[in-house]
């Protein structure tokens, strides 16, 4: 075959191959997942070290964007902040308004675009940017290159328009499946505006905490946040931090109930040298750590009635002393307060101050126990189940129907954190007894359920168990794990230390902590 008949044949393959991925990506209606394969089949197609995607939903009456996503590929997470900048200021808006291609070799030289700041700042070598659909345009590719990178050639480029084309119906598809998905799913406005790693669940409760996550997060407003132990109060915090415009700085968590009366105020505000006994050098305190971010104060209704009036003048001066300072130190920190305890009461009994209770008060959220918000159980279950096996490097254990319909049931006084626990102690027994299934005896052993998995014991029998249960299943399987690891090794201990990945000494250590020095093996 000659060289043209063979250009020709590579071609044809090529395009084959490319619509019988676009039919697998039309199988794809979740937008986050088809704007993952979208990208990869582009960066496969045209060899490109950086690329980006973004869809765009635009079914406001208004057309403003009711929600954006995007996934990019090759850049670093400076470099994706410097495209969404380019998104709003730069080639892909024009992409974006003109819906039509914009193809260079070289935009820090192209006479239509290295006049923008953004261009010229990032020297921006080829470029090929296309629309997906136009009229309406649901969103943009885009490819950049550098001048340590080939230039994109026209058929390259020609190529990815085509494809922008061919990819409108599907995100059309996807974008619709969205819309679909958010009447019934109160929390998926707040998905598409925040930042939400970890944040699980649908219910109607936690779609109205994200709300007022989405209000608060832009705002530098002190927080108070109030609700049951266990309920994430730490985690919603970080939440408004990373999508607030204090993101990049730092986020410093203190736990006021664990700090020593003597050294509150020095934990807090910093100590100079000879403040106190232990103050041989300067110390940097939590205020100082944050500056530019955020303070979560945690248990603050635990603070020492001297240090609540240090912190009412940071509130109301945004200035504090260090210990053993007369010079005031200005503080550019945002304050999100936390307790599980009631400050009225608090206030009432003069264990906290009225003047201070009202300056944190200023946005109140008090986040939803896991009884107002039991319909998000199984979807946490199931994550908290994938996290242990992954954590604990297990094999791969599932939770039964009746497992959940027990976990429905129970009683959790402790609320998201206790059912973290229980399941990751309810994996550890599943695979010490060397099941891939979770069941209910492997969460609440000796524990009655019924056939149709409903917890029969009363909740304070219930509450018992789960006070201590973590632990007791970690020493219980660290124990089986020994056991049966010497009993392969013949009582090798410098074998089964190999096979368990601890040091020697280790393993005698745990053979004296759960008495099988002893014990012969097999026995």
Known sequence: MNRTGGDELA???RERDLYLRLLELGRETAIEPFLQEALLLLVEMTGARQGYLELVDRSEPDGEPRAVWFRAHGFSTAEIEQVRFLVSHGIIAEVLASGKAVITPAAVLDPRFNQRASVSSAQIGAV???????EPTYGVIYLQGSEAWPLLSDDCCHAVETVGHLLAPLAERALRSYRDASITDPTAASRARLKLSGVIGRSQALARVLQQAHMVAPLDVTLLLTGESGTGKSQFARLVHDNG????????????????????????????????STANRAILGKVAAA???????DEVGDLPLMAQGKLLHLLQTREYFPLGSARPVRADVRLIAATN????TAVAERRFREDLFYRLEVMPIRLPSLAERREDIPELAAYFCAQAWERHRLGAVHLS???LSALQAAPWPGNVRQ??????????????????????????????????GAVEAPSSELENFLRGSFHEATRAFQKHLLRHTLEDTAGNVTEAARRLGVARSHVHRLIRLFGLSEEKPGS
């Open 419 to 452: 059912l973290a626990h229980v399941i990751e102690a309810g994996v550890i027994r599943a695979t010490a007894d060397a099941s891939a299934i979770v069941e209910p005896q492997h969460l609440f052993p000796g524990v009655e359920v019924s056939a149709a």
């Open 401 to 403: 129907p009746e497992s």
């Open 341 to 344: 305890t009631d400050l009225r």
């Open 245 to 276: 415009p204090r993101a990049s700085a730092p986020f410093i968590e203190v736990n006021c109930a664990a700090l020593p009366d003597n050294l509150v105020e020095s934990e807090l505000f910093g100590a100079v040298p000879g403040a106190h």
């Open 291 to 297: 500056e530019g971010g955020t303070l979560l104060l």
């Open 128 to 134: 090929c940017c296309a629309p997906i659909g136009t």
């Open 11 to 13: 071609r044809v393959r």
